[in-house]
T-cell receptor, first 117, second 114 residues
Framework: DAGVTQSPTHLIKTRGQQVTLRCSPI?????VSWYQQVLGQGPQFIFQ???????GRGNFPDRFSARQFPNYSSELNVNALLLGDSALYLC????????????????FGSGTRLTVV | GNSVTQMEGPVTLSEEAFLTINCTYT??????LFWYVQYPGEGLQLLLK?????DKGSNKGFEATYRKETTSFHLEKGSVQVSDSAVYFC?????????????FGTGTRLTVIP
């Protein structure tokens, strides 16, 4: 079975441009989350989507947006890129949202390395 | 709020040495606790987890015990190998219901030398 797949693997953009990153979850997983990992830091939560609805948002500016499609794949969009947006963007999929007493856990993709110049 | 404080690295050990990476947390509710590992150029892999107090997570010779009284989840391995060289992240989810995003520590880089 395929794991979580992300595309592209690497990307170079210029300041001010816009970028779209893509993620396909594990088959049967209905929740997708996005994380930003700046070099030398731990990942920071950006968004979580479940059944095409936003279920959680981290402390990121409105330049960051995302959506989830009927097949549960997801896109992360970043507008007006800044140098500080350079990072590894990780997608994680899960069967569903947390339920009382049950934590489904996450499977991470290998990430998209975004460099803003 | 929710946060994780991890032992700063880098950590360099000789093969077969004992490993401890300290992790303490602050959380509302009843968090689940995790250790993730990141090998060079790769994403995160779940190493082990514990979902309630006094649970011990274990995998590939690594162990960590959920200590509510000390709010800690220290990672240990009795005998490290060169292949264990990676960055290790302690993390938690906040418990409750709904969105269960992970809060990560800053990571600890481990290098094991032959």
């Amino acid at each position: 079975d395929a794991g979580v797949t992300q595309s592209p693997t690497h990307l170079i953009k210029t300041r001010g441009q816009q970028v779209t990153l893509r993620c396909s979850p594990i088959s049967g997983h209905k929740s997708v989350s996005w994380y930003q990992q700046v070099l030398g830091q731990g990942p920071q939560f950006i968004f979580q989507y479940y059944e095409k609805e936003e279920r959680g948002r981290g402390n990121f500016p409105d330049r960051f947006s995302a959506r989830q499609f009927p097949n549960y794949s997801s896109e992360l969009n970043v507008n007006a890129l800044l140098l500080g947006d350079s990072a590894l963007y990780l997608c994680a999929s899960s069967l569903g949202l947390l339920r009382q007493g049950r934590d489904y856990g996450y499977t991470f993709g290998s990430g998209t390395r975004l460099t803003v110049v | 709020g929710n946060s994780v404080t991890q032992m700063e690295g880098p950590v360099t050990l000789s093969e077969e040495a004992f490993l401890t990476i300290n992790c303490t947390y602050t959380a509302t509710g009843y968090p689940s606790l995790f250790w993730y590992v990141q090998y060079p150029g790769e994403g995160l892999q779940l190493l082990l987890k514990a979902t309630k107090a006094d649970d011990k997570g274990s995998n590939k010779g690594f162990e960590a015990t959920y200590r509510k009284e000390t709010t800690s989840f220290h990672l240990e391995k009795g005998s490290v190998q060169v292949s264990d060289s990676a960055v290790y992240f302690c993390a938690l989810t906040s418990g409750g219901t709904g969105a269960n995003n992970l809060f990560f520590g800053t990571g600890t880089r481990l290098t094991v030398i032959p």
